[in-house]
């Protein structure tokens, strides 16, 4: 095939952790790499992305103090000067959208920004700052509408989903050393919740249907997995509800592959989302998930495919929907084998890549030699 030969992208991720969207980068990266291409990844101090990226990239690490640092223009700008990048691909708000937009229109070299949230905006605010973005990429088409419904011009976007490396997930697992780990009864009824412990992502909702379900199914259990400002919060609602028992805050995992094979069910139970990549890891993992039907969950999660929808915020709808589950292993089981075969046909890494790459190309006209794609 031939295309666009050697190009040079300048990341900026601004996150720290080393999931969501800093992990896309990382698969994005790997891909471009294996494909010819030349990575320099900008990225604050210290953060798990750069360890995990410099085998695939030129890592800067930099001062990023979020959406006020305006001293980031200035360091992205030098940056960007030095390295003379064929482009700059924006992956992260936290300051990158905009003011990697400014030290790219500065510097005279073509800007992408991936938007991964499907948080409203005003559109004035879309009108100022997607004019320092050429291309606009959403993750999914919920995100997609979201944008164009502010405003966003049609031209400028772009829809390349969020991937999964489905076959790390689809992998067997101990279920009962798992189950041990997480001080689980090996018979137990396992749910997973995999987020962020903040507002949006709905645990409250979860805790709050998990009385009367418990009453019906006094083995079941629930661990939350994931870090975040409202631990306190969430700690004092099971204690109020009485669900210590129950239920735990398991923290921030990095081995999730070996972790999710043990549970029978994935809940998310989120006020928003842009897509969810704890949903394709669920799913690429054989586990049946709940979860709301906002953004561009329905993209992810196939009502009656690999999992069931539910309105957000609904605690009923949410009871009933657990308990129907629950009741059904068969049907269960029949849900998680369709989200290893919808994983595997529509999110892989390489239909990622390939997106992000078509994106690039757009932008960046070079013919004088082939792509050199991974074996």
Known sequence: MVDTPGMKILHI????????????VLHLLRGLAARGHDNLLACPR?????????????????????????LMVVRLYRLIRRARPDLVHLHS???ADVMGGLAGRLS???VIHTRRVDNPEPRWLVA?????????IAIS??????LLSEGLPATKLRIVRS????????????????RQQLAVPTDALLIGVIAQLIPRKGHRFLLAALPALIAVYPNLHVRCFGQGLLAAEIQRQIADLELSDHVQLAGFRDDLPNILPALDLVVHPVLMEGLGVSLLQAASAGVPIIASRVGGIPEAVRDGENGLLVPPGDVAALRETISRLLADPEYRRKLGAGGQELMAREFSVDAMVEGNLAVYRELVCRTDAPDTPSS
Request: glycine share 14%; charged share 25%; hydrophobic share 40%.
């Open 13 to 24: 991720e601004g996150g720290r952790h080393l999931y969501g969207g800093a992990f896309q």
């Open 46 to 70: 210290g953060c798990a992305l750069a360890k995990a990226a410099a085998p695939v990239a030129q890592v800067c690490e930099l001062p990023m103090h979020g959406d006020a640092d305006l």
């Open 93 to 95: 708000r936290i300051g």
């Open 108 to 110: 005279g070299v073509p």
């Open 128 to 136: 100022l700052k997607y004019r320092l973005h050429d291309r606009v």
């Open 141 to 146: 088409e919920g995100i997609g509408q979201v």
């Open 163 to 178: 991937a999964v490396d489905w076959d790390r997930y689809a992998q067997p697992a101990d279920r009962t050393a798992i």
